[in-house]
């Protein structure tokens, strides 16, 4: 039996609305600008738990940035999904080999408004390789909110960021793909 051109098409446009409904559901669709945050604050049980942080609550949609603090421009950001579909944009992240690059953690809360980070603030950012990735593929230094790498070996691994208070951690993100070129 054979089909006709008119159902094979119709399908193909289906499948392909599908396809693009569900990239535009998860908010994972986008030029290099980052999408805009909500302007309300969510009501107190919609606040995904992983996202309390003793007192203080992350924002829903993009807790975590790292920027460029001399451009301000955004290198790469968590897009919160929850835990175990959460992801970074704009990755990997790269970093030269032989070279330093600085870049500044901004923590946004529900309203926000930046979390001050720092050794002297309430929250503490420390950075950390996974176990797949080699130890010496970059030297990470982290001064308050700014994270100074250095890429020391070429190739590719992930790092991930967590955000400490009293010396706990309070939230972890997921790992960020970094290259050393």
Same mark, same amino acid.
């Given at each position: 039996?054979?089909? $006709?051109?008119?159902?094979?098409?119709?399908?193909?446009?289906?499948?392909?609305?599908?396809?693009?409904?569900?990239?535009?559901?998860?908010?994972?669709?986008?030029?290099?600008?980052?999408?805009?945050?909500?302007?309300?604050?969510?009501?107190?049980?919609?606040?995904?738990?992983?996202?309390?942080? $003793?007192?203080?609550v992350l924002a829903s949609s993009f807790p975590i940035r790292l920027r460029d603090p001399d451009e301000e421009a955004v290198v790469t950001e968590v897009h919160w999904h929850g835990e175990g579909w959460?992801?970074?944009?704009?990755?990997?992240?790269?970093?030269?080999?032989?070279?330093?690059?600085?870049?500044?953690?901004?923590?946004?809360?529900?309203?926000?408004?930046?979390?001050?980070?720092?050794?002297?603030?309430?929250?503490?950012?420390?950075?950390?390789?996974?176990?797949?990735?080699?130890?010496?593929?970059?030297?990470?230094?982290?001064?308050?909110?700014?994270?100074?790498?250095?890429?020391?070996?070429?190739?590719?691994?992930?790092?991930?960021?967590?955000?400490?208070?009293?010396?706990?951690?309070?939230?972890?993100?997921?790992?960020?793909?970094?290259?050393?070129?």
């Amino acid at each position: 039996m054979r089909e $006709n051109e008119g159902s094979r098409s119709r399908r193909r446009v289906l499948r392909a609305a599908a396809g693009v409904g569900t990239l535009a559901l998860a908010g994972c669709v986008g030029g290099d600008e980052p999408p805009e945050e909500p302007t309300e604050s969510p009501d107190a049980e919609d606040i995904d738990p992983d996202l309390r942080l $003793n007192g203080r609550v992350l924002a829903s949609s993009f807790p975590i940035r790292l920027r460029d603090p001399d451009e301000e421009a955004v290198v790469t950001e968590v897009h919160w999904h929850g835990e175990g579909w959460s992801h970074w944009h704009f990755q990997p992240l790269e970093i030269s080999l032989e070279d330093t690059r600085t870049l500044q953690v901004v923590a946004l809360d529900q309203d926000l408004e930046p979390i001050p980070l720092g050794e002297d603030d309430a929250y503490q950012v420390v950075v950390r390789r996974t176990e797949e990735t080699a130890a010496d593929l970059l030297e990470v230094g982290v001064a308050d909110d700014r994270i100074e790498f250095r890429g020391t070996t070429a190739g590719e691994g992930q790092l991930v960021f967590e955000l400490r208070h009293d010396g706990e951690r309070a939230w972890l993100s997921p790992p960020l793909e970094t290259a050393v070129e």
